[in-house]
């Protein structure tokens, strides 16, 4: 490795990914004899925010610099990880050269890590890096551990945030439970932090309360007919996205993030332009369309997330499931207060054609930025 590697700082500066998490990784075997041996990639943007480790601040992260700070990295960092077999404390220390590895375009340094821990006792980690400077910061563990005497191995797939910062590793058999209530919580959180997917659902509703008649937009009275408009909406969004999310998630199909992302942003454009220009005036069409798209969004997510080999589909369906609790609140707020709206003329001759113009004009330049 060149000892002068540049790493990739768009680090330094404001990404316009709109899927981008701060998220660490730690992979790891717990042995019959109490050894245990640990992976962490960290995000280098995670840790310069952290320690600061462009020396001469010029906005460039070089390899050097990173070299040049390992002690104060493996302090901050030993300070922060923490495991105890019991009720006592595993010696933790680093073990191996540094690499820097790639994730979703952002530059990570892992490292290897090691312990040996007594021979009885639940194996627990304490977890608290990052998350001062990045409140969504999530930490994705993957572990593993023998039963004594035996090769047989037990894995745990978990989720580790603000609101768990300490959990237990040890036992041979996963917790497959556990997992999938990580899931569907991080399926509820993606869609209430996906400003886009809000955006899309946003400008389909605005529109749900309506009808077209005489070249203009009318309130529907009948509230039958608001309500299955809605319905069709969320249904057709529901199954598009799980179609693709469930294709990508098991391997099926690969679409370029990039270009998913701009699709992403595309699809909100064209959604909110039609309350101003309408073309489609049965939404449940091209929302399924742009479902399909947006599906892909979330398994870029669910990708970065990670997904444990053995639990793909329960771990899929779990993180779907939590998307449609976090989109179903959405509608369930959102959805009352347009059908109060839809009698005033202010509503359908200001607000939705403002809404959606500013909309489109945020998604427009998402496409921009994303390509």
């Keep these: 490795m060149r000892f002068y590697l540049l790493v990739l700082l768009g680090v330094l500066s404001f990404s316009a990914q709109a899927h981008q998490l701060s998220t660490?990784?730690?992979?790891?075997?717990?042995?019959?004899?109490?050894?245990?041996?640990?992976?962490?990639?960290?995000?280098?943007?995670?840790?310069?925010?952290?320690?600061?480790?462009?020396?001469?601040?010029?906005?460039?992260?070089?390899?050097?610099?990173?070299?040049?700070?390992?002690?104060?990295?493996?302090?901050?960092?030993?300070?922060?990880?923490?495991?105890?077999?019991?009720?006592?404390?595993?010696?933790?220390?680093?073990?191996?050269?540094?690499?820097?590895?790639?994730?979703?375009?952002?530059?990570?340094?892992v490292t290897s890590l090691q312990a040996q821990c007594p021979l009885s006792g639940d194996l627990t980690l304490a977890y608290q890096a990052f998350f001062e400077q990045q409140p969504e910061h999530k930490?994705?563990?993957?572990?593993?551990s023998e039963a004594p005497g035996s090769s047989d191995t037990g894995s745990s797939h978990r989720v580790m945030d603000p609101s768990q910062q300490e959990m237990i590793l040890g036992g041979r058999e996963g917790n497959l439970m556990l997992t999938i209530k990580?899931?569907?919580?991080?399926?509820?959180?993606?869609?209430?932090?996906?400003l886009d997917h809000i955006l899309f659902l946003v400008s389909l509703l605005l529109t749900s309360v309506l009808m077209r008649a005489s070249g203009q937009w009318q309130p529907e009275v009948s509230v039958r007919r608001v309500v299955t408009n809605a319905v069709w909406i969320v249904t057709a969004f529901t199954l598009a996205h799980s179609v693709?999310?469930?294709?990508?998630?098991?391997?099926?199909?690969?679409?370029?993030?990039?270009?998913?992302?701009?699709?992403?942003a595309?699809?909100?454009?064209?959604?909110?332009?039609?309350?101003?220009?309408?073309?489609?005036?049965?939404?449940?069409?091209?929302?399924f369309a742009f479902g399909l798209i947006h599906g892909f969004g979330?398994?870029?997510?669910?990708?970065?997330?990670?997904?444990?080999a053995d639990q793909v589909l329960p771990t899929v369906l779990a993180f779907n499931?939590?998307?449609?609790?976090?989109?179903?609140?959405?509608?369930?707020?959102?959805?009352?207060?347009?059908?109060?709206?839809?009698?005033?003329?202010?509503?359908?001759?200001?607000?939705?054609?403002?809404?959606?113009?500013l909309i489109a004009g945020l998604a427009i330049y998402w496409v921009v930025t994303r390509m």
């Design 298 to 308: 979330f398994a870029g997510v669910l990708g970065e997330l990670g997904v444990p």
């Design 139 to 144: 930490l994705l563990v993957n572990f593993r």
């Design 182 to 194: 990580d899931f569907v919580k991080e399926g509820i959180v993606h869609i209430w932090i996906g």
């Design 24 to 109: 660490a990784y730690l992979s790891g075997d717990l042995g019959a004899t109490g050894k245990v041996q640990l992976e962490l990639q960290t995000r280098l943007y995670d840790l310069e925010r952290a320690v600061g480790m462009d020396t001469n601040r010029d906005g460039e992260l070089l390899w050097g610099e990173v070299l040049d700070n390992a002690a104060t990295l493996e302090t901050y960092l030993q300070d922060r990880i923490n495991l105890r077999r019991g009720d006592r404390p595993c010696n933790l220390s680093f073990a191996g050269p540094w690499k820097v590895d790639e994730h979703y375009g952002e530059a990570y340094l």
């Design 244 to 264: 693709t999310l469930t294709a990508t998630a098991m391997g099926w199909v690969q679409p370029s993030s990039r270009w998913v992302e701009v699709a992403i």
């Design 321 to 357: 499931l939590g998307v449609e609790i976090g989109q179903l609140a959405i509608v369930l707020v959102l959805l009352p207060c347009l059908m109060l709206l839809r009698h005033y003329r202010w509503f359908r001759g200001i607000l939705v054609p403002a809404a959606s113009v």
């Design 266 to 287: 595309l699809s909100v454009a064209l959604a909110a332009l039609n309350n101003v220009f309408p073309v489609v005036t049965r939404l449940s069409g091209i929302t």
